[in-house]
């Protein structure tokens, strides 16, 4: 099984400098601006956990369920998730985590702790800084937790014959590669894609290894 995806490496004058941006993902909206990567491990995030694709990428109900999806994906990092729920909770200005996402269960004990505790530690450290123009404790709690178990459900169906973990070191090391080859205002306007070659968990640029073809798109 093959998955492809095409990047465009752009200069982000708002969010300083020449970065990815993946060509189905957000592309700014209200803010008129481009989500830019920045960071290879970013662009793994983007591709991978991400799960309903590139073009869902922006709202703060998606970036739960995406951290969700953390769990999954790179479990190791489990201990720094708190500050990236307290970073979507000062990321949410309309409400968006309150938007309705199906109730799951989790019965792995030990994710579900993991995913508690974030969202617990997130949630408070959030409201211990903007005190009482937040709603109550438990109403944010409950609204993080719920998008957050949603996320990794859906996670383990939709990666549950794959490698994924794998997959997600392979893009963040071939991700370097191209950061250091190619985040340069020469490359600025040009565009590659991507595969992710499921069965041997491989990443390379173009539809076949070694071919690292990139060529110019219209803006």
Not at 18 to 36: H, K, Q, S, V
Not at 55 to 62: K, L
Not at 135 to 154: D, E, I, K, N, S
Not at 168 to 193: C, P
Request: hydrophobic share 35%.
């Amino acid at each position: 099984m093959r998955t492809q995806y095409t990047i465009k490496i752009i200069d982000d004058t708002h969010g300083g400098g020449i970065g990815f941006m993946l060509a189905d993902g957000y592309d700014g909206g209200e803010f008129d601006r481009p989500y830019t990567i920045f960071e290879p491990r970013l662009l793994a995030h983007d591709i991978l956990e991400h799960v309903p694709g590139p073009e869902h990428i922006g709202p703060v109900d998606d970036e739960l369920q995406a951290l969700g999806t953390v769990l999954r994906t790179r479990p190791e990092v489990s201990d720094s998730l708190k500050y990236d729920v307290y970073s979507v909770c000062l990321d949410d200005y309309d409400g968006e985590m309150f938007t309705d996402c199906p109730e799951v269960s989790i019965l792995d004990e030990v994710v579900r702790d993991e995913i508690r505790r974030a969202a617990y530690l997130g949630v408070r450290m959030y409201q211990e800084e903007q005190g009482e123009w937040v709603p109550t404790y438990y109403t944010l709690y409950r609204a993080v937790l719920r998008h957050m178990y949603y996320g990794y459900v859906r996670a383990c169906a939709h990666y549950a014959d794959v490698a994924v973990c794998d997959m997600f070191h392979r893009i963040t090391e071939q991700a370097k590669m191209w950061s250091a080859n190619w985040l340069d205002e020469g490359y600025v306007g040009y565009t590659f894609s991507v595969t992710l070659d499921w069965n041997e968990t491989e990443c390379y640029i173009g539809t076949q290894p070694n071919e690292w073809d990139i060529d110019d798109y219209d803006e």
